[in-house]
């Protein structure tokens, strides 16, 4: 496809569970986003790739959060031991480069009972 | 500290007429400004970006205006029809690094 794919779209864990969600960024775009959406607020910033490389991982909340993009294409976000207050959208986003419009997947709905 | 402020009420307008959105910022000196559109269960969609020396931008019946020195934007729909009823995003980035810091967005209705 065209755009940005994520997947999975919904996702329930248990408290304690690890997940993975995967993002499928445009086919050329160098740089790769990830961000949280709460209800009713805009998205806030997790971490970002250009290529493999991650330039910035400073809005990550915890250190059970961790992302990876290891060939520059696909990039998979795993958050460890899931807590009740992970639940959210993760959103993913990515752009030819700096400054660039960003473009962004339909997210995964996180869960966590 | 850092703030984006957009409308947190609804607007409600009819169709035909002009929307208009502000978003207002402090302490941040942001290189350009970006707005979404995000439908209710998808992601948000871009719509246009305005560099911090451009006053102006058009695409058809969307307008954006970005004054550096008031620290706002303007985020105008004209001729506003139902299926331009979402919530808008105002984005902007933080000078040196490519991350956006979003506001809360402001929802538009546009009543028939």
């Known amino acids: 496809g065209a755009g940005v794919s994520q997947s999975p779209r919904y996702k329930v864990a248990k408290r304690g569970q690890d997940v993975a969600l995967r993002c499928d960024p445009i086919s050329g775009h160098v740089s790769l986003f990830w961000y949280q959406q709460a209800l009713g607020q805009g998205p806030e910033f997790l971490t970002y790739f250009q290529n493999e490389a991650q330039l910035d991982k400073s809005g990550l909340p915890s250190d059970r959060f961790f992302a990876e993009r290891p060939e520059g294409s696909v990039s998979t976000l795993k958050i460890q031991r899931t807590q009740q207050e992970d639940s959210a959208v993760y959103l993913c986003a990515s752009s030819l480069g700096p400054e660039q419009p960003q473009h962004f997947g339909d997210g995964t709905r996180l869960s966590i009972l | ?112």
């Open chain 2, 1 to 112: 500290s850092q703030k984006i402020e957009q409308n947190s009420e609804a607007l409600n307008i009819q169709e035909g007429k002009t929307a208009t959105l502000t978003c207002n910022y402090t302490n941040y000196s942001p290189a350009y400004l970006q707005w979404y559109r995000q439908d209710p269960g998808r992601g948000p969609v871009f719509l246009l970006l305005i560099r911090e020396n451009e006053k102006e931008k058009r695409k058809e019946r969307l307008k954006v205006t970005f004054d550096t020195t008031l620290k706002q934007s303007l985020f105008h729909i004209t001729a506003s029809q139902p299926a331009d009823s979402a919530t808008y995003l105002c984005a902007l980035d933080k000078r040196g690094n490519n991350r956006l810091a979003f506001g809360k967005g402001n929802q538009v209705v546009v009543i028939p």
